[in-house]
């Protein structure tokens, strides 16, 4: 079954268990809409994938929307476990950190001989006495991108003395590993890191590495559609910053055609980074969804943002790449913010932003600016949002959960954030483009319109965030 429920098939003894947290209710409105999301963990995929290949028999399982108690006591029945069993639980943001508390005790509780190790990059950050303040029963943290020594990890060699194991910058992604694999569609990380500096991201000084090479690319497109026995699958290319040259688009191309291989798929980037003269050979080489990073209208926002220096060219280069993916075919997806310092007149400059290029975007993604806990750079991040008028809706939150709700401004407050949220993006979206979108990644691949329709229907009152027109 897909979706909220668990997903499980007969396992084999001796399989180190590799447990993504799930969430005890969707991080915007809690409808059946929301719960149906299948978020991939393609982090602790690589993580499995790097053990595989080492000699371990890992599975990855996803926690998604089911109780904490019920997903780890399903599970342990279900498995044969070693005496002294490795449990890799990650944490993929601090939205999923409540669950995963729940569930380490749940693990405590039902195996406790179980060494369990934690990871999470942006959870775990770089300060463990807080981490461990939350999970006390947690064996082992993981810090950072665990690849080089996940492996020391599952041997239980000391931490101290790890040693960093020579494996790809980015491991490819085993999905034979993954349960429920027929019901996700598939990931492939083509970049890492962004280094653009923006106020609000975990990645701002994170130095943008290379590009996945294309024909390794391809050959892990290949061996996707083997895998998976078709072709019917849209992958997400995974780039915080998905930024190609000429070439590599042009090797990607080339690559493609000699295979044969042909999948649509989508993938990230900077409105101020990709140059539209590139759309068209990434649509011929598949680009169908671009998510476009705007955040704002508003030249004062998006210089509180640190986006740009210069709003006026970073506008125009958002509207030339616009018309470009409008040409070509491309649906966009656009990202915006209601950031701190954000007040009604700079909210009604994105707003007539958006409707300016309304023909050219597919649907928008819109939500206030959230505080997280990014280790002990918090303080800082938070003080610069009280620069601009920002306030914590609860001072103790950030300490406790990993994360705070902020009042963007004293003139609009954060429930008042989230009815604006709200209010653009159903004046953007309709139920026919939110389904068009999320059926590229993160609703189930045999979700169909019908089926997405027959849910909405079912849910009057259900707060979603795309207009209720033309469902019948």
């Known amino acids: 079954m897909c979706g909220g429920a668990s997903i499980f098939r007969p396992m084999v003894s001796g399989r180190v268990l590799c447990i993504s947290a799930g969430m005890l209710a969707p991080k915007k409105a809690d409808n059946p809409v929301g719960r149906s999301h299948l978020y991939l963990n393609f982090g602790l995929l690589g993580l499995a994938s790097v053990l595989a290949s080492d000699g371990f028999d890992p599975v990855v399982v996803h926690g998604g929307f089911v109780t904490p108690e019920d997903f780890i006591r399903d599970l342990v029945e279900r498995v044969t476990l070693s005496e002294e069993p490795l449990i890799l639980l990650s944490i993929p943001s ?38 461990r303040s939350r999970l006390p029963d947690v064996d082992v943290f993981a810090r950072g991108v665990a690849e080089g020594y996940i492996v020391d990890i599952a041997r239980g060699d000391s931490l101290g003395r790890r040693t960093r194991r020579r494996v790809p910058s980015i491991p490819e992604l085993d999905y034979r590993l993954l349960e429920g694999m027929e019901c996700f569609n598939p990931s492939l990380e083509v970049s890492r890191g962004c280094g653009m500096g923006c106020a609000f991201c975990a990645e701002a000084r994170e130095p ?68 539209p003269d590139l759309i068209p050979g990434l649509a011929r080489a598949g680009l169908r969804i671009l998510d476009l990073g705007l955040e704002s209208g508003s030249p004062a ?15 125009r280069r958002a509207s030339s ?39 050219a975007i597919k649907g928008v993604s819109v939500g206030p600016t959230i505080l997280f806990r990014y280790g002990r750079a918090s303080a800082a991040l938070l003080a610069e949002f009280e620069s601009h008028g920002a306030s914590v809706v609860d001072r103790f939150a950030l300490d406790r959960d990993g994360f705070a709700h902020l009042h963007p401004s004293r003139s609009i407050s954060h429930d008042a954030a989230v009815e604006l949220s709200n209010e653009i993006s159903r004046s953007m979206m309709s139920a026919r483009d939110y389904y068009d979108l999320k059926s590229f ?18 849910c009057p009152g259900g707060n979603f965030s795309f207009r209720l027109e033309g469902l019948g």
């Open 94 to 131: 601090s939205f999923s950190l409540p669950w995963a508390r729940r569930g380490v005790e749940a693990l405590r509780r039902l195996v406790p001989a179980a060494r369990i190790v934690v990871g999470g990059r942006w959870v775990v950050a770089d300060d463990e006495p807080w981490i």
């Open 208 to 275: 943008l590495g290379g590009m996945k090479p294309p024909r390794r690319l391809v050959a892990e497109m290949a061996r996707l559609i083997e895998v998976y026995g078709t072709a019917s699958i849209r992958p997400y290319l995974e780039a915080s910053l998905f930024r190609p040259t000429s070439a590599w688009v042009g090797e990607l191309g080339e690559a493609l055609e000699a295979s044969g291989v042909h999948l649509p798929w989508r993938t990230e980037t900077r409105v101020d980074t990709m140059p």
């Open 301 to 315: 926002q998006l210089r509180r943002m640190r986006k740009t220096t210069r709003p006026d060219v970073y506008l």
């Open 321 to 359: 790449l616009l018309e470009a993916c409008r040409r070509e075919g491309v649906w966009v997806k656009v990202n915006i913010l209601v950031h701190p310092g954000e007040t009604l007149d700079t909210v009604a400059q994105t707003r007539a932003w958006l409707e300016e290029h309304r023909s």
């Open 441 to 458: 990644g993160y609703l189930p691949r045999q979700s169909s319109w019908d089926d997405f329709r027959q849910i909405v229907v079912g």
